[in-house]
């Protein structure tokens, strides 16, 4: 079946630490993969995509994530993270053959400490 | 930039009641959706439509249904409003192609009483 799976449902980072965010999928072909930022209160905010080409994408905010084939992996980065990173991050995907719809992760809850 | 509005950020409801949730997007995007949003549970797809007056049930379209009359506009309506609809409800919008990025409005926090 078609899924998609953020294994951490929390993470606790120190401010100024890097942050790496995990996401695997498990589709027949390559889909159309996204990250979404969620703050409190707030709709989801498109933070980056790949579609195909080069493995790792710049995003806003100062995100990247790096597609990996072999592992089926898509995980969002952030060398420095701040405060206002704080937040929700969603994982998504589009099959590339059939739909319209995003399939959703769970969500990962992002955590900044002092 | 893309604006996807909700007409409502809170809403208190009874149960019983007949609901709507309104969205307007301004840039003339073809693909429209509604998403549901719970703790634990993350988003899921109640409706979408890829045209005018054209709709697909997503994963949990039950006590759902929708009305796409304009391009611009989606309407989410709850024939008669349960507790267990108690929710997040977010709208988003994209152009027509499987590649194209979802925007989103900012959610309608309902509660049915």
């Known amino acids: 079946a078609q899924s998609v799976t953020q294994p951490d449902i929390h993470i606790t980072v120190s401010e100024g630490a890097s942050l790496e965010l995990r996401c695997n999928y498990s589709y027949g072909a390559t889909p159309y993969l996204f990250w979404y930022v969620q703050s409190p209160g707030q709709g989801l905010q498109l933070l980056l995509k790949y579609f195909s080409g080069d493995t790792l994408v710049q995003g806003i905010k100062g995100f990247e994530a790096e597609f990996k084939r072999s592992q089926s992996s898509f995980n969002l980065r952030k060398p420095s993270v701040h405060w206002s990173d704080a937040a929700e991050y969603f994982c998504a995907v589009a099959p590339r053959d059939s739909g319209y719809a995003l399939n959703f992760g769970k969500g990962t809850s992002l955590l900044v400490t002092p | 930039d893309v604006k996807v509005t909700q007409s409502s950020r809170y809403l208190v409801k009874r149960t019983g009641e007949k609901v709507f949730l309104e969205c307007v997007q301004d840039?003339?995007?073809?693909?429209m959706f509604w998403y549901r949003q719970d703790p634990g549970l993350g988003l899921r797809l109640i409706y979408f439509?890829?045209?005018?007056?054209?709709?697909e049930k997503g994963d949990i379209p039950e006590g759902y249904s929708v009305s796409r009359e304009k391009k611009e506009r989606f309407s989410l309506i709850l024939e008669s409003a349960s507790t267990n609809q108690t929710s997040m409800y977010l709208c988003?919008?994209?152009?027509?192609?499987?590649?194209?990025?979802?925007?989103f409005g900012d959610g309608t926090r309902l509660s049915i009483l």
């Open positions: 988003a919008s994209s152009f027509g192609g499987r590649d194209q990025p979802q925007h």
């Open positions: 840039m003339d995007h073809e693909n």
């Open positions: 439509s890829y045209d005018v007056k054209m709709k």
